[in-house]
Every structure is written in structure tokens, then in C-alpha cells.
């Protein structure tokens, strides 16, 4: 299993990003046993869930960034995004891609956002 992030940058204050999480591997022809999500970490502190979408589609986020983010998936081509509206600068982190099926995890390498003007 491979999950690639990409989409993270330096954006201002109010900005706007979105990342998109590609993977690939047999796994995905299990797409509706796979639930995937956004992780964030940064500088200091604990890797932080920020948003999953089960294979319903029914998603969850963090309280920090609900009604900002939006987290969808298309399982066509084994993609995940994540739209990220009205960025505040304690939404700067390395951002994971994670994939699970029951007792199986796996992570991306992230990708870096950095909000300041």
C-alpha cells in the first residue's frame, strides 16, 4: 500500500488549500471495507485526527476545523482530499494521509502546510 500526499504550501491567513491523497495497492479493490482520514502534527505536539470518511461516506472532523474543512473520497481513483477553507495559523502542521481496514493502518509521508502572512 502507497499513499502520497500532496497540495500542502504556505498560504496566508484566510487562505485556501487542497490536499489530495492518492494511493495505491491491492487494498483498494476493498474500498468498502476502507475508512480514510486526514492526521495533522505539529511542531511539539501529538498527531491530531482532523477529518475521516468511511466507505458510507459519512464523515467526522475535528471540532477545531468543522465547517472550514471538507474531507471526500473517490474511490474511482483511490483518492482522498481534503478542501481547507479559512486557514488559521494553528492549522500549520505536517498533514498524514491514513488508511485503515480492521486492524490494518497505514500512513503517507505527509504534506506541509504553513499559514502566515
Known amino acids: 500500500v502507497q499513499l502520497v500526499e500532496s497540495g500542502g504550501g504556505l498560504v496566508q491567513p484566510g487562505g485556501s488549500l487542497r490536499l489530495a491523497c492518492v494511493g495505491s495497492g491491492d487494498i483498494f479493490k476493498f474500498n468498502d471495507f476502507i475508512t480514510m482520514g486526514w492526521y495533522r502534527q505539529a511542531p511539539g505536539k501529538q498527531r491530531e485526527l482532523v477529518a475521516n470518511i468511511r466507505p458510507s461516506g459519512t464523515t467526522e472532523y475535528a471540532d477545531s476545523v468543522k465547517g472550514r474543512f471538507t474531507i471526500t473520497r473517490d474511490n474511482a481513483r483511490n483518492t482522498m482530499y481534503l478542501q481547507m477553507n479559512s486557514l488559521k495559523s494553528e492549522d500549520a502542521a505536517l498533514y498524514y494521509c491514513?488508511?485503515?481496514?480492521?486492524?490494518?493502518?497505514?500512513w503517507g509521508q505527509g504534506t506541509l502546510v504553513t499559514v502566515s502572512s
Open positions: 491514513n488508511l485503515r481496514t480492521g486492524s490494518l493502518a497505514f
